[in-house]
């Protein structure tokens, strides 16, 4: 948590709206043990842990212009933008992970049997690839009070989920207007390539 709390993003973040900047931590904190599993799944992938997370977002502030990170700057990213940022970065594979409490009802569903190395099987590993924007999202909804995610903000996470691995098209034609949860508009396309260039 103290790389974060270092990185430009969350320092701007926490010069413009500090209850954003608790709510990161806050969710950081709840999701990291999770995301520090993903490798007991997929052993042979390159890391999808929390420290995976924290340089995507010091890698952000890298992308961004100087200008989105100043608050009297024309382009300033809102307190809501950069909120989502940090947020997807920790979350966008999530899904990946066998979620606390999970395991005898996924191998159940899978047909898995729970023997030596059960978690990196084929089957499992599969769903969870395919599913894991979908799994990532209902889970958050799910704890969004513990992890003190605004609901109003859950539908956004899910876009930012979903476009580090969906067609642009497919996400494009379901984006009918930009979203906007606060005063200030913000443009989901946008930040969503920003956060795939990121993780990449």
């Excluded at 909120?83 to 395991?103: K, N, R, V």
């Amino acid at each position: 948590m103290s790389t974060i709390s270092q990185t430009e993003l969350f320092i701007y973040l926490n010069s413009i709206n500090e209850d954003y900047a608790k709510r990161c931590l806050k969710l950081i904190e709840g999701v990291t043990p999770i995301l520090n599993t993903i490798h007991n799944v997929f052993p042979f992938y390159t890391q999808h842990n929390a420290i995976h997370s924290a340089k995507i977002v010091h890698r952000i502030g890298h992308i961004l212009k100087s200008e989105c990170l100043k608050s009297n700057s024309a382009i300033a990213l809102s307190g809501v933008g950069v909120y989502l940022l940090i947020c997807s970065a920790y979350t966008h594979d999530l899904g990946m992970a066998i979620f606390p409490d999970e395991d005898q009802t996924l191998c159940d569903r899978l047909g898995v049997e729970m023997v030596d190395d059960w978690r990196s099987n084929a089957r499992i590993q599969q769903y969870l690839r395919l599913e894991h924007s979908k799994r990532g999202i209902d889970y958050l909804d799910k704890n969004k009070i513990e992890l003190e995610i605004p609901s109003s903000l859950l539908v956004h996470l899910d876009y930012m989920m979903r476009a580090h691995n969906e067609p642009v098209q497919d996400l494009k034609s379901g984006l009918l207007k930009k979203y906007a949860p606060a005063v200030q508009q913000i443009n989901l396309p946008q930040l969503a390539s920003v956060l795939c260039i990121a993780d990449a």
